[in-house]
Structure formats: structure tokens, C-alpha cells
């Protein structure tokens, strides 16, 4: 059974960073392609970005271009999301996913986190 535990969210304000993480558990981290999403009160959780099972390709939602990086660490199982310039905008809950082939749609991702909270002032 995987698990997903992510952590590092919190307050912080605007132009600030953030460095998200998530550990999975259960399987062999490596053979999962990762994901990172957001969902805000209200609103359908929102692609952020995705990296590779080798890391060597990424996608990433247009809104965090150039702001956000996705990394990961097979020898510690565990992904990365590194937020730079945050903005109140991307005040919500991010969560972390695992999925066998690279995508950018929630639907195929197969586990999911608890989610982690992140709040930018303004």
C-alpha cells in the first residue's frame, strides 16, 4: 500500500518562499512518476507539477513557470516542491500524488497525500 505524507506548508508572505516535500512509503519510490496539486475552497484541485520516475522530465502549470521547481530524491523517496515569488493567489492545499506514467490531469494520479496547508499574505 503507498503512502504519501507531505510537509513544509505554512504562513508566509508574499514574494516569499517555500519548499513543499512529500515522502512515500509502502513501495519503491522510483517506480512512480510525481505530482504536486493545489486545491483552494471552492475551486477543483489544480495541476502544479509533475516530474518523471528518473526526474529527467517535468511539467508545470503555466501560472508557475519560472517560480516553481519539482524535484525529486529516489535515494530518500521523496519529491520536492520548491515555490519562489509566492503570491496570495497560490494560498491553498497542496498536495502530493503518484502515478505510473507522467500527466498533468488529477485523474491519473493513483495516491494522494493528506495535503499540506500554504498561506501567502499579502
Known amino acids: 500500500q503507498v503512502q504519501l505524507l507531505e510537509s513544509g506548508g505554512r504562513l508566509v508572505q508574499a514574494g516569499g518562499s517555500l519548499r513543499l516535500s512529500c515522502t512515500l512509503s509502502?513501495?519503491?519510490?522510483?517506480?512512480?512518476?510525481m505530482g504536486w496539486f493545489r486545491q483552494a475552497p471552492g475551486k477543483e484541485r489544480e495541476f502544479r507539477a509533475a516530474?518523471?520516475?528518473?526526474?529527467?522530465?517535468?511539467y508545470y502549470a503555466d501560472s508557475v513557470k519560472g517560480r516553481f521547481t519539482i524535484s525529486r530524491d529516489n535515494g530518500k523517496s521523496t519529491a520536492n516542491l520548491h515555490m519562489n515569488s509566492l503570491k496570495p493567489e497560490d494560498t491553498a492545499v497542496y498536495y502530493c500524488a503518484a502515478a505510473r506514467l507522467l500527466g498533468v490531469h488529477a485523474e491519473e494520479y493513483d495516491y494522494w497525500g493528506q495535503g499540506t496547508q500554504v498561506t501567502v499574505s499579502s
Open positions: 516530474i518523471s520516475r528518473g526526474g529527467t522530465t517535468t
Open positions: 509502502g513501495r519503491a519510490f522510483s517506480d512512480y512518476v
